[in-house]
Each structure stands twice: as structure tokens, then as C-alpha cells.
């Protein structure tokens, strides 16, 4: 019995790495979207009862695959601390995952449940500060919407450019941004009240 449920977990852990790898290769020529189940099947040499065991859809294995990247992550970013020059390394180390999962032409788009899910956990730690500088909790929301926008913004274009600086120095520019953006925002945020 044991034996058996050991082939079993084999079995299922094998299925799933060739419909992953599948899909990783299917997703390099073209959006998810566009991703139909026979082909995945096809690329894997699957059949669809088998795809159909395991995921809904293509989009339910490509949101598992992509939370999955996410949760590592964010555990990479509890563990190690918010500095930016290791989590640009953890990025550059796993660029294709990212490229293909985070950032497949979906440029900054809110609606996409990863991407989102990255903005919140961002907020999460950088939330705290606003409070020590007294930023309104207003006006500090905008400061780390527009923060985020543009770092992600510029983490985008770098792995979609194939990481083409080395964290380090992708890190110090995103930094020396960052320093300016939060000693202006009290400044900000006293004359965004002063309008009002």
C-alpha cells in the first residue's frame, strides 16, 4: 500500500513537471491566453483526462505556478530582509520564471492577480514608514502607488531586457529613487494639506 501511494506521488509530481515545463515553453511564443489545453497536452504528451486530474484550465496552472514564485519571494524578502540588492540577485537567478510568469507582456497590469498580489506585499513592508515620518495615511497610499509603479516598472524592463545591469548597481539606482521619493513625501503630503 505504501509502495503503491509512493508510485503514486511520483507519478504526480512527474505529470505536473511536464505540464509545468510545457507550459514554460508554450508561454516564451505567446501569452497565456492564447495557451490552448490540447496544445499543452501535445507539448507534454499528456492526454486531456490527465491534464484535466490535476488543473481546471491552463490559466489555474499558470496562477499556481506563478503564486508559487510569489510565495518564494515574499519568504526570500521575510527571511532576508526588504534590501534590494538581494532580492534583484533571488530575481536574476530565477529571470526566466519571472519573465515568463510576472511580467509576460502584461505590463504592470493591477488586474493581474500576481502582480497584484506582489503590490500588496510590497505595502506591507513598506507601510510602517509612512507612519514614522508622519506622512498622512492618505497621501502616503499615493507615495507607494507611485513608488511601486516605477520600481516595478524598471524591475520589468530589466528582466525583460535579460537582466542586462548587475543588482548591485540596478539596486543603487533603484535606491538613490527611492531616497529622494520619501524625503519629499512629508514635504509633499504637507503641501498636498496646505491646498486642501
Request: proline share 4%; glycine share 6%.
Amino acid at each position: 500500500m505504501e509502495k503503491e501511494e509512493r508510485r503514486e506521488n511520483q507519478r504526480t509530481r512527474l505529470t505536473k513537471r511536464l505540464l509545468r515545463e510545457s507550459l514554460l515553453g508554450l508561454l516564451a511564443e505567446k501569452p497565456v491566453e492564447k495557451i490552448t489545453v490540447k496544445e499543452l497536452c501535445e507539448a507534454a504528451e499528456l492526454n486531456r483526462s490527465t491534464f484535466y486530474a490535476y488543473y481546471q484550465d491552463v490559466l489555474s496552472l499558470y496562477y499556481e505556478m506563478g503564486n508559487e514564485l510569489v510565495d518564494a519571494l515574499v519568504d526570500y524578502v521575510r527571511t532576508g530582509g526588504v534590501e534590494t540588492e538581494p532580492m534583484l540577485a533571488y530575481i536574476k537567478e530565477h529571470r526566466e520564471m519571472f519573465a515568463l510568469l510576472i511580467y509576460n507582456g502584461q505590463f504592470m497590469d493591477m488586474n493581474s492577480p500576481l502582480q497584484r498580489r506582489v503590490f500588496e506585499e510590497t505595502i506591507r513592508y513598506s507601510w510602517p514608514a509612512g507612519a514614522e515620518m508622519d506622512v498622512p495615511e492618505m497621501e502616503w497610499k499615493y507615495v507607494l502607488q507611485y513608488m511601486f509603479m516605477g520600481g516595478s516598472g524598471v524591475i520589468h524592463r530589466w528582466v525583460r531586457n535579460g537582466c542586462d545591469m548587475e543588482p548591485a548597481e540596478l539596486a543603487a539606482l533603484l535606491e538613490g529613487m527611492t531616497e529622494t521619493m520619501m524625503r519629499a513625501a512629508p514635504g509633499l503630503a504637507r503641501q498636498v494639506g496646505k491646498k486642501a
